[in-house]
């Protein structure tokens, strides 16, 4: 990338990030990303890295010990708030959580980072002893990605980085973290979703984002290209 994608109030109406329906079915994908990875938040201080229209941080509030979220969009942020989470900003390398982080959460976000290796490094500070890390992401190298090509749907502006499962791996491990399990991250999502991003892929299909007040109603699942990963912090 020339560039690095600026986030702007525009991004969250671009993807529906505060739309119920798409809260209902990422959140419905949450649970059985919890349940295949068995990871149980409660009694756990959560950190979402990236948590959009808030929908996942809100249904982890309900469930663990404490949780806080990190977002470069101040509208996401706002949001958050007017859904009862306050531990939620930026992120500010020179400060740590007020408490060591057990459970890190990746949901569709970790390739969105721009300086993943100074954000890992802050993380592993920021850790409880034997915290978890939970990464849902587009796997480069997949059998999707090289079936499509440039036609595979997480090959857009705002990913600057497709990870390999192994380049992912020694990335964490770097940073005192381990993989420990992996698992198949189905996901549940509404056909206006597919039309958002084929609208942010091609813009020239732009238009078509006037059919998706239709089409929220049909949900589909399926995996395209996503991997799921568990990581146990170890030093």
């Not at 949780?67 to 470069?72: K, P």
């Not at 056909?191 to 109603?217: D, I, N, Q, S």
Request: hydrophobic fraction near 45%; aromatic fraction near 10%; glycine fraction near 8%.
């Amino acid at each position: 990338m020339d560039r690095a994608y600026v986030y702007d109030a525009a991004y969250p109406a671009l993807r529906g990030h505060f739309e119920t329906r798409t809260g209902e079915l990422k959140v419905r994908s949450l649970e059985h990303w919890l349940a295949a990875s068995a990871i149980d938040p409660a009694h756990q201080v959560v950190c979402e890295v990236g948590f959009g229209g808030g929908h996942c941080l809100r249904y982890l509030a309900g469930r663990a010990a404490h949780a806080c979220g990190i977002e470069v969009i101040p509208e996401n942020v706002e949001r958050a708030r007017s859904l009862g989470i306050q531990d939620v900003g930026p992120f500010e390398p020179r400060r740590t959580p007020a408490r060591p982080v057990d459970l890190w959460v990746f949901l569709d976000s970790f390739e969105h980072l721009t300086e993943p290796q100074g954000f890992l490094r802050w993380m592993s500070r920021a850790s409880a002893p034997r915290a978890t890390a939970l990464v849902v992401a587009p796997e480069a190298e997949s059998v999707s990605e090289r079936l499509l090509g440039p036609l595979w749907p997480h090959r857009i502006p705002d990913h600057p980085f497709h990870w390999s499962r192994l380049g992912v791996g020694e990335l964490f491990a770097r940073h005192g973290f381990a993989l420990e399990r992996e698992f198949q991250p189905r996901k549940a999502f509404s056909a206006a979703t597919v039309v958002r991003h084929l609208a942010h892929k091609f813009p020239v299909l732009a238009g078509l984002r006037r059919l998706t007040a239709r089409l929220e109603r049909f949900t589909l699942l399926g995996n395209v290209g996503e991997m799921g990963l568990v990581f146990r912090k170890i030093d």
